[in-house]
């Protein structure tokens, strides 16, 4: 196929499942007796009425970015790591457990934070490594490891919050005690609330990771891996390393992910505290076809549509979860049409090498190592 002509199949199927997605949410709008651009109008200054309302942006924006940089490693070693959550979890206990007992003087809070930070990181990639481990050692697929991990870590919470970490007024599920001032991310100011570390942390991220996919024989032994993995592995790829070290990363990154959601968005651990935001991860990696190029961006649209969604109801009348309907139908078209591009017009897939253009290329790697 020509590649002006894959390009526009690629545009298509890309742009198909938002425009269906809009055109039923605008029916479902009008059949309540809405306008459909009201709605939008209420979205958009919800999102973007003032600096606040952008910071409020921004701050879903932040989690749901590391996430799915994540995700987009480990998709391309052909992992479902649906534990993705869980990971979220997990980073936020250690830095929580961290925010608790680590106690230092608030003049060391950015030494305090950056400690909190790497916990994270270090419990995310904790719990992405169980999940690898159950798949590579035991051979339970990653999909179900993730679900049963990501039920495991959330009963873990409520058991700390309501037992050894319950406020001191008494028992609750409720969450804890906030943590302490010198733990928490500081705002950037009132007018602007959100956290310029973490900011920069995530553009970091996206390059690193943009490095290393494209230009490292790491990348390279993912992509094959991904593509076929008794192949690499009869051509000498550490198929085990490779996959374990997917995990490892995107848990390190939902890991922080977790921590922004105790130590900025809420200020203490709460149950459910990841707020679907690994899940949301996923559909962003997968509306992209695992192009980590467009990962901010969509990222940042979809923060936008579930910020601004809490104007629906105070302006409109309309329930918040209108967002969530249109969510789900994302999820449903672009799934669909995932299939219907499989099927049909497999050579325009995400990817812009084949399966067999993969191996080969980790075939000469191989060839020419010293």
């Given amino acids: 196929m020509n590649p002006p002509r894959a390009l526009a199949i690629q545009i298509a199927f890309l742009l198909l499942p938002i425009a269906i997605s809009l055109a039923i949410g605008a029916i479902l709008v009008i059949a309540v007796g809405r306008d459909p651009l009201e709605v939008v109008d209420a979205l958009w200054k ?23 940089i994540g995700l987009v490693v480990t998709f391309r070693a052909g992992l479902w790591n649906i534990g993705v959550e869980g990971q979220m979890m997990m980073g936020a206990l250690f830095a929580s457990w961290g925010a608790q007992y680590i106690l230092l003087d608030e003049s060391l809070s950015p030494l305090l934070n950056v400690i909190l930070i790497a916990l994270a990181a270090l419990g995310g990639m904790f719990w992405g490594a169980v999940v690898g481990a159950l798949k590579i050692r035991l051979g339970v697929n990653e999909i179900f490891g993730g679900v049963a991990l990501n039920a495991l870590v959330n009963v873990i919470s409520i058991y700390l ?59 390279l032994n993912l992509k094959a891996v991904g593509a076929n993995m008794r192949s690499a592995l009869l051509l000498g790829v550490a198929t085990e390393r490779t996959s374990m070290s997917a995990f490892l990363v995107c848990g390190a990154l939902a890991g922080i992910a977790g921590s922004y959601r105790v130590l900025f968005t809420f200020d203490n651990l709460r149950p459910l505290a990841s707020g679907g935001i690994g899940f949301l991860g996923l559909l962003v990696v997968l509306l992209l076809s695992i192009r980590l190029l467009w990962v901010p961006l969509i990222a940042f649209a979809f923060a936008t549509i579930l910020t601004g969604s809490t104007r629906l109801q105070i302006a409109l009348k309309l329930d918040s979860s209108l967002a969530g309907v249109l969510q789900g139908l994302l999820v449903l078209f672009v799934i669909l049409f995932h299939g219907v591009q499989e099927v049909f017009f497999p050579q325009t897939l995400a990817d812009d090498e084949t399966a067999e253009d993969s191996v080969a290329a980790v075939s000469s790697a191989v060839k020419q190592k010293p």
């Fill in 161 to 219: 919050i309501s037992g050894p970490w319950q406020p001191r007024i008494g028992g609750s599920a409720q969450g804890t005690e906030p943590f302490p001032t010198p733990a928490l991310l500081p705002e950037f100011s009132a007018r602007f609330p959100t956290n310029l570390f973490m900011i920069a942390l995530v553009i970091a991220a996206f390059l690193i990771v943009m490095v290393m996919l494209n230009a490292t024989r790491w990348g």
């Fill in 46 to 68: 919800g999102a973007f009425k003032d600096s606040r309302k952008l910071g409020g942006v921004v701050n879903f924006w932040i989690p749901l970015t590391l996430v799915s």
